[in-house]
């Protein structure tokens, strides 16, 4: 492995996210300050407590994974389609340097990028609602794969996509939809019966609730399946991209 | 060090679609030589740079660089090229010297501004190290694109058509930044359709076409080959047609009788009976007056515009 490369990469990336401070920094705190707002203030204070927490401060871990999600699958993958689109990927194609390395470099910048915004809202958060976390350990474990898990997959969906339009459809139709839904906002115990069984089958229920417990030491399944669930969903990313880059899949014809 | 630094052997690459951008291609490169890559557009010269520089995978047969596979020592062969792509494609809004530093990082060099400077000051850049690349002119963001190529201090540099869309000043200044290169001991690839390009600049000249590669060969014996030349001879009084005395050589009448031209090749010099020297003889037995005459011999254009017409 050559670090020069991978240093060339994230540097680049990171001047990027420099140059679009206002779009990659400052608009996620604005949006999540709205949500304590609407949510925390306006609805949390006709909500009595969840699990023996205020609304207000239950919300948080679910708002942070929400931006977390969204902001590293958009890094990720606008971090790949711009050369791809602009053409400048040749060089990266053309470069002495491995797949490992080239994902390391975008993924790394992106992920780094998703977990300051974590910290930054988190510290935004503090401002609203009294914190205490109780797991800061794993706090900053969950903080740190579901960032790299999902800029990794923002990585694949800036390879796979041929559009600005295909760009924005895996975030908008899924990744936005499967977090609302993913408890983000409430309790899964708030659920019916039924609808308790279908969320299940939502990864980011698994995410979401483990990072909450690691704040509250409470949880809607258990730590062992959040964690499972994250190693999962990394390992088939991580295996995706290998895939791509032995097929040459939409880089290399 | 007389081993080709470029050694293709049977390269064949057909695409998902089933087109047959170059079939069993064979050629080396040598060490230090300007190689120019002539063909029509779609001919396959960027496709077989790109496989090289490993931006198309091959469907068979096997390209090396300095001895190593680009395939299964791919990092090593990598390391000694530098590419300047054909369109200008560029991060818009980095700053030349940022975008020259990255590509460096790139291709694994430890960074060293001294090295970047030198480049940047060849190409005429340094003014303009600290502008975003959207605020240069389109000759300067092609010099971008070279000094990116440059920055990691490359063994072959592939150009491919370095000058499209250049203006003509800019293409002598670009031909010797070139020049400098090779001076250097760097071995230059370029393509073009400019065949003043290829006859000014390079050493040798692969011409390919439909994926084959129909022909390589130093330009000057090129030239001399297939060069052909012609005798333009201003008569004093207008023929209706060729004297039956003069039917051995290859003559044409053109501007209504009052021209006459002889077409003939390197061959025909040698051999004394179809020499100029035998023609003017023949003609002064006809007795044709000849008011004045010129030679031209033909250019590379000439020889690639007939070369193409053959085989296609």
Redesign the interface.
């Known amino acids: 492995m050559n670090l020069y490369p991978v240093r060339a990469i994230y540097m680049a990336e990171i001047a990027r996210v420099r140059r679009t401070l206002l779009q990659s920094i400052v608009s996620p705190v604005i949006s999540t300050s709205l949500y304590f707002v609407v949510f925390g203030a306006a609805i949390g204070s006709r909500i009595s407590e969840v699990d023996g927490i205020s609304y207000g401060a239950f919300i948080v871990p679910g708002l942070i994974m929400l931006m977390l999600l969204t902001q590293s699958v958009s890094n990720a993958s606008f971090g790949i389609f711009f050369p791809k689109f602009s053409g400048s990927i040749y060089e990266l194609l053309s470069a002495p340097i491995s797949y490992l390395e080239i994902v390391i470099g975008y993924v790394g910048a992106a992920a780094s990028k998703s977990i300051l915004l974590g910290l930054i809202i988190l510290a935004t958060a503090s401002l609203f609602v009294p914190l205490h976390i109780e797991h800061p350990f794993w706090m900053l474990l969950f903080l740190v794969l579901t960032a790299v898990t999902f800029s990794m997959l923002g990585f694949i969906i800036g390879i796979w996509a041929d559009g600005f339009e295909k760009l924005q459809l895996v975030p908008l139709l899924i990744i936005t939809p499967l977090t609302f839904l993913g408890g983000s906002f409430y309790s899964i115990d708030m659920l019916p019966p039924f609808w308790q069984g279908v969320t299940l089958f939502n990864p980011v229920v698994y995410l979401v609730s483990g990072f909450r417990w690691s704040f509250y030491g409470i949880s809607d399944v258990s730590i062992g399946a959040s964690v499972a669930m994250i190693a999962l969903f990394l390992a088939v990313c991580l295996a995706t991209i290998a895939w791509i880059f032995s097929t040459g899949y939409r880089l290399k014809p | 060090m007389n081993d080709p630094i470029i050694r293709i052997n049977g390269l064949t690459k057909t ?2 679609g089933g087109f047959e951008a170059l079939k069993r291609v064979d050629l080396d490169i040598q060490r230090g030589e300007i190689f120019a890559l002539l063909g029509p557009n779609g001919a396959g010269k960027t496709t077989l740079i790109s496989v090289i ?5 091959p469907s068979a047969g096997t390209v090396s660089v300095a001895g190593h596979d680009i395939i299964s020592e ?6 000694h ?1 530098g ?1 300047v ?1 054909q ?1 200008l ?6 700053t030349v010297w ?1 975008t020259v ?10 960074p060293d501004p001294a090295h970047i400077e030198k480049v940047l000051r060849a190409l005429t850049l340094w003014d303009k190290r600290n502008n975003r690349l959207m605020t240069l002119s389109g000759g300067m963001k092609r010099r971008v694109l070279i000094a ?1 190529a440059l920055s990691h201090e490359p063994r072959v540099l592939f150009l491919d058509e370095p000058t499209a869309g250049v203006d003509v000043a800019l293409r002598r200044e670009m031909w010797d930044v070139v020049r400098r290169l090779r001076e250097d001991g760097v071995t230059i690839i370029l393509t073009t359709h400019y065949i003043e390009e290829a006859e000014e600049m390079a050493d040798r000249i692969g011409v390919i076409n439909y994926g084959k590669l129909v022909l390589v060969e130093e330009k000057t014996a090129l030239i001399q080959k297939l060069g052909r030349k012609q005798l333009t001879l201003q008569l004093h009084t207008p023929l209706a047609q060729v004297p039956e005395g003069l039917a051995p050589f290859d003559l044409a009448l053109a501007d209504e009788g009052s021209t006459l031209v002889y077409t003939y090749d390197a061959a025909a010099r040698e051999e004394g009976e179809h020499g100029i020297a035998a023609l003017l003889s023949a003609l002064k037995t006809a007795n044709i007056r000849i008011k004045d005459l010129h030679t031209r011999q033909s250019s590379l254009e000439d020889i690639f515009v007939d070369l193409i017409k053959e085989r296609a």
């Open positions: 695409y998902d520089c490993g931006l198309v995978s791919y990092r090593a062969a990598r390391a090229i590419l792509p369109e494609t560029n991060e818009a809004f980095e940022n530093s990255f590509s460096r990082g790139l291709f694994g060099k430890p990116k």
